[in-house]
């Protein structure tokens, strides 16, 4: 006894609809009776017989084995979307439910949060009489090197400019 892949399945229920196609005349000649006898209707395949159940539309296919006949449901791909579906639908109405009595915040304080950048640093408190600011200045050793530099790259760049005016002239 072998599984029913979704192969088998798509194939089992190809053949049911040929078949129905095929008998569908003498299907509306009869009439099911209202007793068991009627419930289902059985349809020869290669593997054994495919059972519909009239009441309640399932699928299965029924095969002989060494022991009688074993029948096993085809896999319905609509029962399963509706059951998520549901699932689905009762998961919305929850999460409305909760929604609509508010939210639920832990560890809510009364008072407001203060309105300031937690990266600025605060000035310090000191009186007014006590604010004093001093910006050292530069002393001349600092104002003789920063000269120094200016001067090396003002030349650099001069001699820069002349090389290039000669590579440009063709006189190298």
């Known amino acids: 006894m072998r599984p029913v892949t979704s192969s088998t399945a798509s194939w089992l229920a190809a053949s049911f609809a040929a078949v129905m196609a095929v008998s569908g005349s003498l299907v509306a000649a009869q009439s099911a009776p209202d007793s068991e006898n009627g419930r289902y209707t059985m349809t020869p395949i290669p593997e054994g017989v495919l059972r519909l159940d009239t009441r309640t539309g399932t699928m299965s296919t029924c095969t002989r084995n060494g022991t009688g006949w074993a029948c096993y449901a085809v896999p319905d791909e609509r029962a399963a979307f509706d059951a998520e579906i549901g699932r689905l639908?009762?998961?919305?109405?929850?999460?409305?439910?909760?929604?609509?009595?508010?939210?639920?915040?832990?560890?809510?304080?009364?008072?407001?949060?203060?309105?300031?950048?937690?990266?600025?640093?605060?000035?310090?408190?000191?009186?007014?009489?006590?604010?004093?600011?001093?910006?050292?200045?530069?002393?001349?050793?600092?104002?003789?090197?920063?000269?120094?530099?200016?001067?090396?790259?003002?030349?650099?760049?001069?001699?820069?400019?002349?090389?290039?005016?000669?590579?440009?002239?063709g006189k190298i």
């Open 89 to 169: 639908q009762a998961e919305v109405e929850k999460l409305k439910g909760q929604l609509a009595a508010g939210p639920a915040v832990s560890g809510k304080i009364d008072d407001a949060l203060p309105k300031s950048d937690p990266l600025k640093k605060p000035e310090p408190k000191v009186a007014e009489g006590d604010r004093k600011i001093e910006i050292p200045l530069p002393s001349d050793q600092d104002l003789d090197r920063v000269m120094s530099f200016l001067e090396k790259a003002w030349r650099r760049l001069i001699d820069m400019a002349n090389r290039v005016q000669k590579d440009v002239s």
